[in-house]
């Protein structure tokens, strides 16, 4: 692909808002966006300096470079395979970075389907959070071609502080499981672990800096112990987005025959905080599982 100038960037969420926004900053894109909702976009560019299209058609008809941050399989669907949606009006000789957490099967029916219009495409999820969005420091870890690759690297670097090439197509996908197995496996631990320490009666504040620098210590230690002793959740990703995630790991686990068993375990937690309500809790609302909720 020659030099990129006109990026589009479709789906302006709670990630995806930031995401574009950086974007603008470097003066040698050219920066359009699309959203579902027509307020987001509004608000957007009253924000930013940018482009809001009308239409998808209107979006990418021009576009070196789209890039897309949805919610979940049947949102990206949507975009990309409606009557007048992204691979209809798409230029042949564009790339794709979709930066939703799908599922890997879905990743692969995307990747032929751009292939067979000549259209690069890289599976490019992200790791952390809105935080991470409006900071400018995700951690992307990316599936695709050396090529398609070298021409997304600068343009994510806008918004993230690594980007990781796992694999071919898919492979960012099946890194942002492992990523998410790993997330469930020590929240899990950590509520147990503050339930125990609680029942003991002891002092959160002071037990924390004592185990925090040793081989207990993790990210999610440091930024969500102390909120989740004191029953506060609202801190970002939300449960309802890890179910979604935690789902596509199960099932891709039952297609390469992984026992991801405690896997399952943290989901149905999850699963049983939506059904009480508490599915825009974040993800640490798991210890209110833990007490039996």
Same mark, same amino acid.
């Given at each position: 692909?020659?030099?990129?100038?006109?990026?589009?960037?479709?789906?302006?969420?709670?990630?995806?808002?930031?995401?574009? =926004?950086?974007?603008?900053?470097?003066?040698?894109?050219?920066?359009?966006?699309?959203?579902?909702?027509?307020?987001?976009?509004?608000?957007?560019?009253?924000?930013?300096?940018?482009?809001?299209?009308?239409?998808?058609?209107?979006?990418?008809?021009?576009?070196?470079?789209?890039?897309?941050?949805?919610?979940?399989?049947?949102?990206?669907? %949507?975009?990309?395979?409606?009557?007048?949606?992204?691979? %209809?009006?798409?230029?042949?000789?564009?790339?794709?970075?979709?930066?939703?957490?799908?599922?890997?099967?879905?990743?692969?029916?995307?990747?032929?389907?751009?292939?067979?219009?000549?259209?690069?495409?890289?599976?490019?999820?992200?790791? =952390?959070?809105?935080?991470?969005?409006?900071?400018?420091?995700?951690?992307?870890?990316? =599936?695709?071609?050396?090529?398609?690759?070298?021409?997304?690297?600068?343009?994510?670097?806008?918004?993230?502080?690594?980007?990781?090439?796992?694999?071919?197509?898919?492979?960012?996908?099946?890194?942002?499981?492992?990523? %998410?197995?790993?997330?469930?496996?020590?929240?899990?631990?950590?509520?147990?672990?503050?339930?125990?320490?609680?029942?003991?009666?002891?002092?959160?504040?002071?037990?924390?800096?004592?185990?925090?620098? =040793?081989?207990?210590?993790?990210?999610?230690?440091?930024?969500?112990?102390?909120?989740?002793?004191?029953?506060?959740?609202?801190?970002?990703?939300?449960?309802?987005?890890?179910?979604?995630?935690?789902?596509?790991?199960?099932?891709?686990?039952?297609?390469?025959?992984?026992?991801?068993?405690?896997?399952?375990?943290?989901?149905?937690?999850? %699963?049983?905080?939506?059904?009480?309500?508490?599915?825009?809790?974040?993800?640490?609302?798991?210890?209110?599982?833990?007490?039996?909720?």
């Amino acid at each position: 692909m020659e030099k990129v100038k006109n990026i589009t960037f479709i789906g302006l969420g709670v990630m995806g808002f930031a995401m574009a =926004g950086h974007l603008t900053k470097n003066n040698r894109f050219s920066i359009t966006v699309w959203n579902r909702t027509k307020n987001k976009a509004d608000k957007w560019i009253n924000e930013f300096k940018g482009t809001i299209a009308s239409s998808i058609k209107e979006a990418v008809d021009n576009a070196d470079v789209v890039i897309l941050c949805a919610g979940k399989d049947e949102d990206v669907e %949507q975009i990309i395979y409606a009557k007048n949606g992204v691979l %209809q009006h798409i230029r042949n000789d564009a790339l794709v970075i979709d930066h939703t957490t799908t599922s890997y099967k879905l990743t692969q029916k995307l990747a032929v389907s751009f292939k067979e219009k000549n259209v690069g495409f890289v599976d490019a999820p992200v790791s =952390g959070g809105e935080v991470g969005a409006i900071n400018g420091c995700l951690s992307i870890m990316a =599936g695709g071609s050396e090529v398609d690759i070298k021409t997304a690297k600068p343009i994510i670097a806008s918004y993230a502080k690594s980007i990781s090439h796992i694999g071919d197509s898919g492979y960012g996908q099946l890194a942002k499981m492992v990523n %998410q197995v790993c997330i469930a496996g020590v929240l899990q631990g950590l509520s147990d672990g503050i339930l125990f320490a609680e029942n003991e009666n002891i002092d959160i504040e002071k037990l924390l800096p004592a185990i925090s620098g =040793g081989a207990a210590g993790s990210w999610q230690m440091d930024n969500r112990a102390l909120t989740m002793s004191k029953k506060e959740f609202d801190f970002g990703f939300a449960i309802k987005w890890m179910v979604k995630d935690l789902g596509y790991c199960l099932d891709r686990a039952k297609e390469n025959n992984t026992d991801l068993s405690f896997t399952k375990t943290v989901y149905d937690k999850y %699963q049983n905080l939506i059904k009480s309500g508490d599915g825009h809790f974040d993800t640490s609302a798991l210890i209110l599982q833990n007490k039996g909720r």
